[in-house]
């Protein structure tokens, strides 16, 4: 059983919540899922299953697009609604602070950027997550990393009583925290914020709208899919033989990673050129069915 389900994940479940749901229901404990949703998340979750586990890093290094809301006026430990609070802005500064300020302050976080996660997330220290650490007490400090925000479009700003609400939807690469943008935008006002709605849309090449409930969820074959994720190749009778004994065959029509297909559309191996002696050769480093 090889393929992907698209699933648009509910509110108050881990992302390993909605894997365990896709385990029991289609009987097999070979499923994983492309980048990570917070509990308080919706939206785009990818799921592979059997040999689409394999194919899932190619999905979670892709961009992606959130719709969120930031509040703008408290800090919580975890940048998020989820978390305590720490820290509440002073009102008269949280009263002067204009539409534009908010709309400047949130372009300067468009392109490539340097950002520092939020310290109870996924990421792992020394073989344990840094939401792990600071629930046994740990004081903990993630350093900063490469991050690029593609876009960044401020839909709505609400001055509420002693808050600000700003809608804003973000399309940014991989490993992007959207809590930490807006941490850094509250600090930058010298208010505080954190987020309280965040919906994934997209996680290339996948919206939204393809998305559905595990229940209703139908898995897609690995070859509907792949078309989307590399180019391919189309191989004869012979060639898919090859391939599938973890042979070598003509080389591809340029470098970079094929998927390639076998005569009825099905997804046979991933191919990459290599050389072998003087000879450049299409080698694979993933084959369907088999345990390379």
């Avoid at 890093?57 to 969120?68: P, S, V, W």
């Avoid at 602070?97 to 709309?103: C, F, H, L, N, Y």
């Amino acid at each position: 059983m090889d393929g992907f389900l698209l699933i648009d994940k509910a509110g108050g479940m881990t992302s390993h919540d909605v894997v365990a749901m896709a385990r029991k229901k289609l009987d097999t404990k070979k499923v994983g899922h492309a980048g990570t949703l917070d509990p308080m998340a919706t939206g785009v979750l990818v799921l592979g299953v059997g040999i689409a586990t394999r194919l899932l890093t190619y999905i979670t290094d892709g961009k992606k697009t959130y719709e969120a809301t930031i509040l703008l006026g408290k800090s919580t430990h975890t940048d998020d609604k989820d978390g305590d609070l720490t820290f509440t802005g002073d009102q008269e500064i949280i009263s002067k602070i204009s539409d534009d300020q908010i709309k400047g302050e949130l372009a300067k976080f468009i392109g490539k950027i340097k950002q520092r996660p939020s310290s109870v997330s996924a990421i792992k220290i020394d073989g344990k997550t840094a939401h792990a650490r600071v629930r046994a007490g740990e004081s903990v400090e993630i350093a900063e990393r490469d991050v690029t925000i593609y876009e960044l479009i401020t839909k709505e700003i609400r001055n509420l009583s002693n808050v600000v609400e700003v809608d804003i939807s973000v399309t940014c690469s991989a490993g992007t925290y959207i809590r930490a943008i807006a941490r850094d935008l509250g600090s930058h006002l010298k208010i505080g914020g954190h987020l309280i709605t965040l919906r994934r849309s997209l996680v290339s090449p996948f919206s939204i709208e393809q998305c559905k409930q595990v229940k209703d969820a139908d898995l897609i074959p690995v070859g509907e899919v792949i078309e989307k994720l590399f180019p391919t190749r189309n191989l004869d009778l012979a060639q898919s033989s090859e391939i599938r004994f973890g042979r070598v065959i003509e080389q591809n029509s340029k470098e970079g990673v094929f998927a390639a297909l076998d005569n009825q559309g099905n997804f046979v191996a991933l191919l990459e050129n290599k050389l072998q002696g003087n000879l450049v050769v299409a080698a694979p480093i993933l084959v369907a069915g088999s345990g390379q």
